[in-house]
């Protein structure tokens, strides 16, 4: 297998479960980026006309978009999903007045819900850590109740362009994940059967003196090298110092920028699921949720 090819950008969901497990006690106190674009993402919800009775925080992190559910929707049952039982022991520590989301570890891509059981699915920044968004937005579809909403942020095709040439000049490893256009994931939304879709784009740079400096950052929110075509061994120096010439002639007024692009975007259910469930799944009546479950 070549590195660089199709294989080899596929993401490794254990990579990618142990790395936020880890980041997880300390993600908050360096996920500003993600703080910022949770904001920005919740605000657009002040245009939707929507009262939901579930709603669904997938990849939900520390649980702070659970939470501002739970203050927005009163009465509304809020489910914290994700991947990393880390991450899910934070997110449980969220609450507003006697309230709590309900913790539900599993892939997104895999729902443990009901068709048409929900009426609301926010995600921020999880979509990317996908290997495969058909499915994911089908499995959206499939729980959405008739009217319901997809609402979520990404990252698009530019983020950490400078760091993703840097790697590139010094060796042929996948470095940095490969992240989709917004008119690709536009088009994944139509042939879900979700409807109306509505995307657009926020640009952000980030800087920093010295290029470890990022690379610590992105180890501490659990953006770890996840693709199977990453090298396995370890870098030496002579490769990490390629990296940083490489990376120090993008200097921009003495700093190392970081470009993110973020795609954000929402759609609305059918209730006309046309999906059907691989063996083995589950499926978990709202009811009974409210202890950790694994798919």
């Given amino acids: 297998m070549k590195p660089n090819s199709e294989l080899g950008h596929r993401l490794d969901t254990g990579v990618i479960r142990r790395a936020f497990d ?3 006690p300390g993600y908050d106190s360096s996920a500003i980026l993600q ?21 669904v925080d997938a990849g939900c992190g520390t ?14 049952r809020v489910i914290a999903l994700d991947l990393s039982e880390g991450m899910l022991s934070q997110a449980r520590k969220q609450r507003h007045w006697l309230r709590s ?23 921020n920044l999880m979509m990317q850590w996908c290997n495969d968004l058909d499915a994911l ?15 979520f942020s990404t990252f698009g095709p530019d983020t950490l362009r400078e760091l993703r040439a840097a790697w590139g000049a010094a060796d042929g490893y996948v470095h ?4 989709l256009d917004m008119h690709d994931i536009g088009d994944a939304l139509v042939r879900a059967g979700l409807t109306e879709p509505v995307l657009d784009v926020d640009y952000f740079c980030l800087t ?9 950052d992105l180890k501490a929110i659990g953006a770890s090298n996840a693709a199977v075509g990453r090298n396995r061994g370890l870098t030496g120096r002579g490769r990490f110092r390629a990296v940083e010439t490489a990376y120090d002639a993008q200097r921009v007024d003495g700093r190392l920028p970081a470009t993110w692009e973020v795609v954000y975007g929402h759609a609305w259910g059918t209730g006309q699921s046309t999906g059907t469930r691989q063996a083995g799944e589950a499926t978990v009546p709202l009811a009974d949720i409210g ?4 798919t």
């Fill in 22 to 24: 880890r980041a997880s």
């Fill in 35 to 55: 703080e910022e674009v949770r904001s920005r993402l919740l605000k657009r919800l002040d245009l939707i006309r929507l009262n939901p009775a579930v709603a």
């Fill in 63 to 76: 649980g702070h978009v659970a939470r501002a559910l739970l203050k927005r929707y009163q009465g509304c």
């Fill in 101 to 123: 989301p309900s913790p539900v570890c599993a892939d997104a891509a895999r729902l443990p819900l009901k068709e048409g059981s929900v009426d609301m699915i926010l995600s």
């Fill in 137 to 151: 937005l089908a499995e959206f579809r499939r729980v959405l109740r008739p009217g319901g909403l997809v609402s």
């Fill in 176 to 179: 940095v994940s490969r992240f």
């Fill in 208 to 216: 920093y003196n010295r290029v470890t400096d990022l690379m610590r």
């Fill in 291 to 294: 202890q950790r479950l694994r």
